[in-house]
C-alpha cells in the first residue's frame, strides 16, 4: 500500500512555538499533499510537493520531501491557536488513480 | 466554506431507511468524490466521477448507490445501511481526475445509522 503515515499521532504545543509533523510512505508517488481538517468539518489542501521537489513554501508553512527515504515533513512556524486542526498527508502515486490519506496528526496549539 | 455544499450536515437513520446525500459544487470542476472518515481510520476513497462518468468504486457495498447526473451535483444513495457504516461522508471536486489537481472538500455530513 501506499498508505501515507502521519508521526506524531498527536503533538500539543505552545502558541508561537514550531510545530513539525512527518509522512512516510511506501511505495513511488508523483506527489505529495497536504490537507488540514478543523474538527468535523472537511479537508483544506494547504501545500503540493512533486516528486522533483525539495522544498516548498506558503507563508508559515515549509514542506520537504525526501523520495530517497519515502517521507516528508509539514512545519508550522510561530503557530497560532487558529492552527488547532487535525492535518493530514496524501499521497498520489506513480500508475495509481487516487489520493491515499494517512490517519493525520492531531495538533494543539495551546493559549 | 469552500465552493463545494454537502446537505444535510447531520442524518440519524435506521437500518431499514433509504435516504441520500447529495453534494454540489460551484467551481467548474470536472471530477467528484465521495470519501468516508471513521473515527481512527483513514479516510476511504469511494467513489470517483469524471465528466458525470463513474471511474472508480473503491469496492464499496451495494447498499451505497453514488448518482452524478452532471459535473455539479452528486449524490449518495443509501439503503439498507448497518451501524458500522456510521461516519462523516465527505464530497470533493477537483478540476479533472488528475492527481496534480488539490482537491476541494465540502464540509460533510455526519451520518449515524442506529
Known amino acids: 500500500s501506499q498508505q501515507g503515515e502521519e508521526d506524531p499521532q498527536a503533538l500539543s504545543i505552545q502558541e508561537g512555538e514550531n510545530a513539525t509533523m512527518n509522512c512516510s510512505y511506501k511505495?513511488?508517488?508523483?506527489?505529495l499533499q497536504w490537507y488540514r481538517q478543523n474538527s468535523g468539518r472537511g479537508l483544506v489542501h494547504l501545500i503540493l510537493?512533486?516528486?522533483?521537489?525539495r522544498e516548498k513554501h506558503s507563508g508559515r508553512l515549509r514542506v520537504t520531501l525526501d523520495t530517497s527515504k519515502k517521507s516528508s515533513s509539514l512545519l508550522i512556524t510561530a503557530s497560532r491557536a487558529a492552527d488547532t486542526a487535525s492535518y493530514f498527508c496524501?499521497?498520489?502515486?506513480?500508475?495509481?488513480?487516487?489520493?491515499?490519506f494517512g490517519q493525520g496528526t492531531r495538533l494543539t496549539i495551546n493559549p | 466554506e469552500t465552493g463545494v455544499t454537502q446537505t444535510p450536515r447531520h442524518l440519524v437513520m435506521g437500518m431499514t431507511n433509504k435516504k441520500s446525500l447529495k453534494c454540489e459544487q460551484h467551481?467548474?470542476?470536472?471530477?467528484m468524490y465521495w470519501y468516508k472518515q471513521s473515527a481512527k481510520k483513514p479516510l476511504e476513497l469511494m467513489f470517483v466521477?469524471?465528466?458525470?462518468?463513474?471511474?472508480e468504486n473503491n469496492s464499496v457495498p451495494s447498499r451505497f448507490s453514488p448518482e452524478c447526473p452532471n459535473s455539479s451535483h452528486l449524490f449518495l444513495h443509501l439503503h439498507t445501511l448497518q451501524p458500522e457504516d456510521s461516519a462523516l461522508y465527505l464530497c470533493?471536486?477537483?478540476?479533472?481526475?488528475?492527481?496534480?489537481?488539490?482537491?476541494?472538500f465540502g464540509p460533510g455530513t455526519r451520518l449515524t445509522v442506529l
Open positions: 510537493i512533486r516528486s522533483n521537489e
Open positions: 467551481l467548474g470542476h470536472n471530477a
Open positions: 496524501a499521497t498520489g502515486g506513480q500508475g495509481a488513480q487516487k489520493l491515499v
Open positions: 466521477y469524471n465528466f458525470k462518468e463513474q471511474t
Open positions: 470533493a471536486s477537483s478540476q479533472d481526475w488528475d492527481l496534480d489537481n488539490e482537491q476541494f
Open positions: 511505495t513511488s508517488i508523483n506527489n
